[in-house]
Structure formats: structure tokens, C-alpha cells
């Protein structure tokens, strides 16, 4: 497993370690399921995926549901495939929660989706503000209060949805029997927090020049609207805001930088609480390809 904070390079390692080993990826990115959502999310390039086997890449339309329910239980059976073809699966993603559902197998089952309760919460969002929805968990979940932004409306509806069911904080699960049903080795890739930032507003700026704005244009042009879950994403939601004409481009790029290393920051929180990743230095003169080779020394070991 290979996980860090948003533009870390997790992908670029995996896909070296591809190289050397039968790796097969599967992606633990809340976005990369989408299709047509392709430079916003930084997917590797289908002429890649076709030589290295990707999975959970391009399975769901913009406007279709997605939730860590449904990741656990197709990222669970691709494990199962993989392995059964006696190759290796390389789960990579900074989507923590994803992460932590995978590795230690929360019973989401025991809060089943709510559609009222959800319709209602984005009703309120749109009618008071993502700030006012966000409110309610600081007495009912701190945690998630402290570690989910207002903007990610899905995953604080999904945390009040989750205290709804079972009259306990989503964030408890954190502290469950951390015993996991894999034998795993998790990689992180530690930056030093100005460079990442350095390296996220590169990549904001290599966005646009790619096409991120007809990327989006098309979007809409499909009938993708931005209040769909997928639009909401960082990249798309500051694109419809320029193209409806309430942002210049400068603008969208300044908020897409912007709130891209407030994501990573919170990922840097997230990730600090975490215990049993295997940490390496990443940025100025440490590239991929060292990273690269101590991790094949630490899974030859492992081999053995």
C-alpha cells in the first residue's frame, strides 16, 4: 500500500515498482472512479493502465453514487482476484478513510445509506450554508468537527448519516481493534510541507495548461452540474465557477491552489494520527527512484 498527501507522487512509485514486481494497482482515490474526470484527478494515462492492470479507475459515471461502503467491497474482491492470479495488489490513494475502512474492515454495514436524512442535509447546506450542516457534528462527533472541512459536504453528511444509525462518532472507528486481515506493508511519502505546496501550485498551473477547462466545459456540456458529488471535487467546482462566469481563470487557479494545500494539510493531520505507515523522505534530492529502491528492499525482506 502507498498512501501521502495529495501529489506526493504515490502514483509515479507504484508504477516503478510495477517494473520489478507483478503489481496490479487499485485505486484508493475518491475521485479517479469517475469517468471523463481525467486531468482534475491526475489519472495515469490509459495507454499506461493498459500495460500496468489499474482497477477502480473509470467504473462510475459523474453522476452515479460512490461511497466507502461500495469501495471496500470492490477493493476487497479485487484483492481476492489479484492474489488469486498469484499476483501482487498495490493499493495507492491519500483518501485515509478509504485506507483505514480497507485495512481493518469497518462494519459500515451498520449504517446503510439514508437518503431522507441526506436529501434533507443538502437541502440545508444550500438554504444556510456548508458551514451550518458542518456545525451539527462538534457536539455529536469532535473529531470529524476538527478533521473534515465544511466543503467536504459528502463525508460531514456522511459522518452525521453514520451517528444517525448507530448513536456513535464515525471518527470512533479510528480507535477499533487495529488487528487487519491483511498482511500489509504501507508506504508513505513524507515531503517537507513548502515543498509539497511548492509542487501542488506546479501542478494546478500544468491542469490548465492540459485542458483542464475544456475538461470541464465538457463536463457541463454532458449535463454534468455542479451540484452533483463529482463536481464538487477540487478543480471542478472552481472551473464551473469561472465558467458561469462568477471567477476569472486567475481566480480559479489562486482558489484551486489554494484549497488544494488545505486539503493536503488536513492529510498531513490525518496521516500524524496514524500508526504502522513506513515513512519516506520524498522532494529536493530525494526523487521516486530512491523511494523506489527502498521499498524494494523493505518488501524483498519481507519476501524472504
Known sequence: ???????????SLALELAQVYPIEIIS??????YRYMDIGTDKVSKEIREQIPHHLIDIKYPDEPWSVEEFQERAKAAIEDIQSRDRLPCVVGGTGFYIQALLYDFPLEKAPPNPDLRNKLIQSARANGNSYVHSMLKEIDP??????HPNDLKR?????EYHEATKTPISARKHLDRNSPYDAIIIGLRWR???????????VEEQFDRGL?????????MGYTLDLPSMQGIGYKE?????YGLATESEAISTIKRNTRRYAKRQFTWFAKEKGILWLPIGRDKTVSHAAQQVRDIVDNWLE
Not at 484508493?28 to 472512479?33: C, G, H, N, R, T
Not at 473529531?143 to 473534515?148: A, K, P
Open 1 to 11: 500500500m502507498i498512501t501521502g498527501p495529495t501529489a506526493s507522487g504515490k502514483s
Open 143 to 148: 473529531e470529524s468537527y476538527e478533521t473534515l
Open 156 to 160: 460531514v453528511i456522511r459522518a452525521i
Open 213 to 221: 477547462v475544456r475538461e470541464v466545459s465538457n463536463l457541463l456540456d
Open 193 to 203: 510541507r513548502e515543498d509539497l505546496y511548492k509542487k501542488i501550485d506546479e501542478r
Open 28 to 33: 484508493a482515490d475518491s475521485m479517479q472512479v
Open 239 to 243: 472551473v464551473c465557477w469561472m465558467l
